[in-house]
T-cell receptor, first 113, second 113 residues
Framework: GENVEQHPSTLSVQEGDSAVIKCTYS??????FPWYKQELGKRPQLIID?????GEKKDQRIAVTLNKTAKHFSLHITETQPEDSAVYFC????????????FGKGTKLSVKP | GAGVSQSPSNKVTEKGKDVELRCDPI?????LYWYRQSLGQGLEFLIY????????KSGLPSDRFSAERTGGSVSTLTIQRTQQEDSAVYLC???????????FGPGTRLTVL
């Protein structure tokens, strides 16, 4: 079946450093790639998304890049802050489903002050 | 309300009992999704409703799981003859359009004893 692989599973950085989380997907027809942030005990919140007709999208300290040929996309967080500490999930849309997203298993990001 | 709401917030039940979980999406959102999140795990897609179209049930783990969406708004997820492995947080989300930003509810934590 379709699959989304996410790496690393855990990531620890010093405050101010950059963090990069990478995802690969298997369905070449995927055309929508959101990223969600989930703080402990809270619901997932969309932080950024990208569609397949765009290679890069930026929103302040957060950016997402997409390589459709290689079927991978990445989340980049610059100037990390302790409040960035959370679990981050990538997702990819699935062909043949009007709304189905397949999620990666998540990356636990810890930003040390 | 302003966001997606779910009830109950917590549900403890005995193995073999049926449970009903409720989701109130954001008014005007045509798409509604149910996910399951086991402790420390990612989001597992269960079912998706879009307008009046037949729901995408491809993620339902067994025939004990079913869901309805009445009047294009409120949805209920029913789990019959609950098993201990059904214990998880069940998250509902809605979006204005297909592959639009999904807004998540707070979840229902289901514990099957």
């Amino acid at each position: 079946g379709e699959n989304v692989e996410q790496h690393p599973s855990t990531l620890s950085v010093q405050e101010g450093d950059s963090a990069v989380i990478k995802c690969t997907y298997s369905d070449s027809a995927s055309n929508y790639f959101p990223w969600y942030k989930q703080e402990l005990g809270k619901r997932p919140q969309l932080i950024i998304d990208i569609r397949s007709n765009v290679g890069e999208k930026k929103d302040q300290r957060i950016a997402v890049t997409l390589n459709k040929t290689a079927k991978h996309f990445s989340l980049h967080i610059t100037e990390t802050q302790p409040e960035d500490s959370a679990v981050y999930f990538c997702a990819a849309s699935i062909k043949g489903s009007q709304g189905n997203l397949i999620f990666g298993k998540g990356t636990k990001l810890s930003v040390k002050p | 309300g302003a966001g997606v709401s779910q009830s109950p917030s917590n549900k403890v039940t005995e193995k073999g009992k049926d449970v009903e979980l409720r989701c109130d999406p954001i008014s005007g959102h045509t798409a509604l999704y149910w996910y399951r999140q086991s402790l420390g795990q990612g989001l597992e897609f269960l079912i998706y409703f879009q307008g009046n179209s037949a729901p995408d049930k491809s993620g339902l783990p067994s025939d004990r799981f079913s869901a309805e969406r009445t009047g294009g708004s409120v949805s209920t997820l029913t789990i019959q003859r609950t098993q201990q492995e059904d214990s998880a947080v069940y998250l509902c989300a809605s979006s204005l359009e297909v592959f639009g930003r999904q807004f998540f509810g707070p979840g229902t934590r289901l514990t099957v004893l």
